[in-house]
């Protein structure tokens, strides 16, 4: 099987920075999303990473360290529309044909 | 044009019925899922195709039967349903088996009274 690990909740003040730590096991692991999931929407890709190190897109960054089975998220300069629930994801190996997501972490931004 | 359309988006139906959940993609993606977000939000695979073939079945109930009559088209038939049932599913399309970002359609929340 697969585990993920992310923290429950995050909360953040607007303007500042927040980091959302991911954690995985599994074998054969392929690569990692992050997927954003605003409450009763569909989740929206963020960011895809399968090689070691950061990815950066704009306000949002993705960290992945292979050998340590950790990612996390880095959103920059929160705005109130960033409240939402963040989903980190694993695929391959285990998770061949399939995203194994997280629960999920909810990141409430405070004016 | 909506990329990945789920109909109904509501759905309430007692227990022991039979209903259907149809998901449809323009993308001309190979890939097509189903996914159930329950109450604790925790979203969970249910089945994976590609180009019409099951590829994942995640221990899913029997009374759950995805039928795919193209690529383009998942739909999702569930018998005799369930109080636990009651959840949001998801149907989502990607180009390649996981290998790149998935498309998620609006979610069907459905209700078993």
């Known amino acids: 099987g697969q585990n993920i690990d992310q923290p429950t909740e995050m909360t953040a003040t607007e303007g500042a920075i927040v980091q959302i730590n991911c954690t995985y096991q599994t074998s054969g692991f392929n690569g990692l999303f992050w997927y954003q999931q605003h409450a009763g929407e569909a989740p929206t890709f963020l960011s895809y990473n399968v090689l070691d190190g950061l990815e950066e897109k704009g306000r949002f960054s993705s960290f992945l360290s292979r050998s340590k089975g950790y990612s996390y998220l880095l959103l920059k300069e929160l705005q109130m529309k960033d409240s939402a629930s963040y989903l980190c994801a694993a695929t391959g190996g285990d998770s061949w044909g399939k995203l194994q997501f997280g629960a999920g972490t909810q990141v409430v931004v405070t004016p | 044009d909506t990329a990945v359309s789920q109909t109904p988006k509501y759905l309430v139906t007692q227990m022991g019925n039979d209903k259907s959940i149809k998901c449809e993609q323009n993308?001309?993606?190979?890939?097509m899922y189903w996914y159930k977000q329950d109450s604790k939000k925790f979203l969970k695979i249910m089945f994976s195709y590609n180009n019409k073939e099951l590829i994942i079945n995640e221990t899913v109930p029997n009374r759950f039967s995805p039928k795919s009559p193209d690529k383009a088209h998942l739909n999702l038939h569930i018998n005799s349903l369930e109080l636990g049932d009651s959840a949001v599913y998801f149907c989502?399309?990607?180009?390649?088996?996981?290998?790149?970002?998935?498309?998620f359609g609006q979610g069907t929340r459905l209700t078993v009274v």
């Open positions: 989502a399309s990607s180009q390649m088996i996981t290998m790149d970002e998935a498309f």
């Open positions: 993308l001309g993606h190979d890939t």
